[in-house]
């Protein structure tokens, strides 16, 4: 006669599970992002180091005059333009960051100043180069519109005054390109109105 079976002992007895339970907040993993593109248009060029390469064969390959930078009369060099300093960033894969070194905000005076420093890494995080840029209200170009309207101008004109500037450094691009092309007109109508004012 065969053996009768033992009797399980109660931790040996599964009870079934009707649900399985929903994950908690904490074991929920959020939907990964896609990744944010800094320019629409892409480089022609892998990501490559800046001593590796002639910056004027980059530049003719990748930026395009009247859209990524521009001549105006009577300048030695053309003027390289926020479009064109993002995609040499992209050329030579930098990242940058932005701080504030200076803030004056005076509105009972209606004035506003902003100074602006632009660190810029390259892909293993080695900081390349800095770039400042300051812009405000006082500037010819502000004094005959509204104070209000032109807060948000002033800082993203001082921003991109010191991102163009640390790209410019940070490629060797300065030999290529020179200042903003907005500051050549003001320092032209500047030095017209100087010289005016001396002939009287």
Known sequence: ?????????PAQIVKPVDKVP???????????????????????VEPVA?????IETVIAKNLKAGRDYDRLPNT???????????????????????????????YDKQFVLYEICVTVFDKDGNVVAEGLGSCNNRERRYLKTDFATNLNTILKMAKKRAFVD???TATHASKVF????????????????ARETNCK
Request: glycine share 2%; aromatic share 6%; net charge positive.
């Open 1 to 9: 006669m065969p053996p009768l079976p033992l009797k399980p002992t």
């Open 22 to 44: 929903a994950p908690t907040e904490e074991a929920k993993i959020p939907a990964e992002k896609p990744a944010r593109k800094a320019n629409s248009r892409k480089a022609t």
């Open 50 to 54: 800046v001593s590796q390469v002639d």
């Open 76 to 106: 030695a060099k053309p003027t390289l333009f926020k479009s064109g300093a993002e995609i040499l960033a992209g050329v030579f894969n930098f990242r940058t960051t932005t701080k504030f070194i200076n803030r004056v905000e005076n």
């Open 166 to 168: 640390a790209i410019l």
């Open 178 to 193: 020179t200042q903003d092309i907005e500051d050549i007109v003001n320092f032209q109508r500047e030095m017209n109105d």
